[in-house]
């Protein structure tokens, strides 16, 4: 796996700035895949299209930022020393994503629900959770099915 520069976006909704990472390069070796869909792959780490600014806990779609500035590894711009790096949601954050997010589009609140589902089964997955979940008690009501 290969870094590439760090992506300075402009989240269209308050005009805050927020850091990602990037990839120049990775691989899928030694991989696990879960019944459920979900990929862990330690040398290519999954990029979220939604996430969260550290701070206030506002919700961005990355497909929906102005890309700023990029700034390289080894050459930090002082002028974006103080913007945070973008969080990736818990599973709380995407239940209040679901109930809140306004006009989601179909591929898009799928995505949130995909991401609920493997968020909630994390638990279960690292053996930190005593009985089963039920996912319906987690999750708000579907329109789409």
Same mark, same amino acid.
């Given at each position: 796996? +290969?870094?590439? =520069? ?10 805050? &700035?927020?850091?990602?990472? +990037? &990839? ?5 070796? #030694? ?5 459920? #869909? ?15 600014? @550290? ?20 050459? =930090? ?6 913007? @945070?790096?973008?969080?990736? @949601? ?14 989601? +589009? ?33 999750? =708000? ?5």
């Amino acid at each position: 796996m +290969t870094f590439g =520069p760090n992506e300075i976006l402009l989240i269209p909704t308050s005009g805050k &700035l927020v850091k990602i990472r +990037t &990839l120049n390069s990775g691989n899928t070796f #030694g991989a696990v895949y879960w019944t459920d #869909g979900k990929r862990e792959a330690r040398m290519l780490p999954d990029e979220p299209w939604l996430r969260v600014h @550290p701070k206030n806990r506002e919700f961005f779609w990355t497909d929906e930022c102005k890309k700023v500035a990029d700034e390289q590894l080894l050459e =930090p711009n002082p002028k974006y020393l103080e913007v @945070p790096f973008a969080e990736s @949601p818990t599973l709380e954050d995407y239940r209040r994503a679901l109930s809140t997010l306004p006009a989601l +589009t179909l591929e898009k609140e799928r995505y949130l629900r995909m991401r609920f589902w493997w968020e909630a089964n994390d638990p279960v997955r690292r053996g930190t959770v005593a009985a089963a979940l039920r996912f319906a008690d987690f999750c =708000p009501p579907c329109p789409l099915y």
